[in-house]
């Protein structure tokens, strides 16, 4: 097998897929932006449909993460790589209906993509030591974790300059955003296929998923790592959704461009964290955990007071068309930063305390944790609008639940190994 050449596909592919799956996101919620801007929707009404719109890629990776993995497992990863695309760019073409058809076409086509995203993400891990030798693999994974992230701030930058640019055509958006789709396709389906394994069958690979994740929640310090993980997403992916509304609301930032550069900030403060967590702290020593969880709730009450007190509007950057707020860019970073070295010791422990034979399926137990905290996101912040939260109150709201949390975090001692 032509193992450099499909390894090379394999991360071209992947960079294209996820930079997608990002930039199609930030076109659907940039159009709210301009509808907010032109008093056709109300802030609660772009809030509400931000936050369904988001969650929306979140659901699969909940409902279908057991039959994503067997079909993974029994099929070709290679085929899925190429239909996870494929279902990527259908999506893309359902989202584009909207154009003539109404928003309703959007939400339908975007739930299409992160049905193919779902079937996307064992694939592109799980192939890895199919087609590399095992020195290559933690290398491999390290280079693929980098692309994705990259991809990631690219896509939402990107897709929010699509936004932005062809405000008024969007319809140039969605025919963008299928040829990086198309180009992730075609580049996946030129890999050599990847063997299949016929004696496979979906009940038994669903009663092992379940077993485990039976076995991982009655394990006290595994289970709290793993509610752990989960807790970063949640903020994570609350920030995110809430960015736009804060932006235009205590911002006043112009554009979705602007808007999405602060997550950009706060991207840049998790990376800071977690090279500094690899540096401060040994696999398995989580005694700083709850410190770090503490500092991220405190950041994040912060966030909120920006609202309230101008010295966090001074001074002001201008760099060509970009606004840069100094004070708040330092503050999300900052709080990346507490969120990184939150993360990281967590993940570490996760991997080196679990049954080795069944690391794969202990990282498919932690997908599911994330993304069900994610969706938990999603319903937080939806319930903050219907209650009539601010965008900075949703902060708040956050910084306490993270401290409630935190301070239930008690970590037994690591487990000795025999």
Not at 194 to 200: L, N, Q, S
Not at 249 to 270: K, R, Y
Request: charged share 10%.
């Amino acid at each position: 097998m032509p193992t450099s050449r499909n390894y090379a596909l394999l991360l071209s592919g992947q960079f294209l897929g996820a930079f997608g799956d990002n930039a199609i996101l930030a076109v659907i919620v940039g159009q709210l932006t301009y509808l907010q801007k032109a008093g056709v929707i109300t802030g609660a009404e772009l809030r509400t449909s931000n936050t369904l719109y988001t969650s929306l890629l979140f659901l699969p990776y909940v409902l279908l993460a057991p039959l994503a993995g067997y079909l993974n497992d029994r099929y070709a990863k290679t085929s899925w790589l190429v239909g996870g695309n494929a279902l990527k760019l259908a999506g893309t073409g359902l989202c584009a209906l909207s154009v003539w058809f109404g928003p309703t076409w959007q939400g339908l086509g975007y739930l299409v993509v992160g049905i193919g995203a779902c079937f996307y993400g064992p694939a592109k891990y799980g192939i890895l030591p199919e087609i590399l030798p095992r020195e290559r693999l933690v290398k491999a994974n390290g280079t693929v974790e980098l692309l994705t992230l990259v991809a990631i701030l690219g896509g939402a930058i990107g897709g929010s300059v699509l936004a932005d640019v062809f405000r008024d055509r969007v319809a140039v958006s969605y025919a963008v955003l299928a040829g990086i789709f198309g180009g992730a396709l075609l580049l996946n389906s030129l890999m050599t296929a990847t063997p299949h394994k016929a004696h496979i069958r979906l009940a038994d690979s669903i009663g092992e998923f379940t077993t485990h994740l039976r076995d991982l929640l009655t394990a006290p310090r595994l289970c709290r790592i793993l509610i752990g993980t989960a807790l970063f997403w949640v903020c994570g992916a609350a920030m995110k959704i809430n960015f736009q509304p804060w932006g235009l609301e205590v911002l006043h930032l112009p554009d979705n461009t602007q808007i999405a550069l602060l997550g950009l900030w706060l991207s840049v403060g998790v990376m800071a964290g977690s090279v500094l967590a690899g540096q401060l702290h040994a696999v398995g020593d989580l005694r700083r955990t709850r410190t770090y969880g503490f500092a991220l709730a405190g950041m994040l009450a912060l966030l909120c007071t920006v609202n309230s007190f101008g010295f966090w509007r001074t001074p002001v950057v201008q760099l060509g068309p970009l606004l840069l707020v100094v004070p708040v860019v330092l503050l999300l970073a900052a709080t990346g930063l507490a969120a990184g070295l939150f993360l990281i010791p967590l993940n570490a422990a996760l991997q080196a305390e679990s049954n080795p034979d069944k690391l794969g399926k202990t990282i498919a137990v932690q997908n599911l944790f994330d993304n069900l905290g994610m969706l938990t996101a999603g319903i937080f912040v939806f319930a903050s609008v219907k209650t009539g939260l601010s965008s900075s109150g949703v902060f708040l709201g956050l910084a306490i639940g993270v401290v409630a949390v935190v301070t239930w975090l008690r970590f037994t001692r690591r487990p000795v190994v025999s």
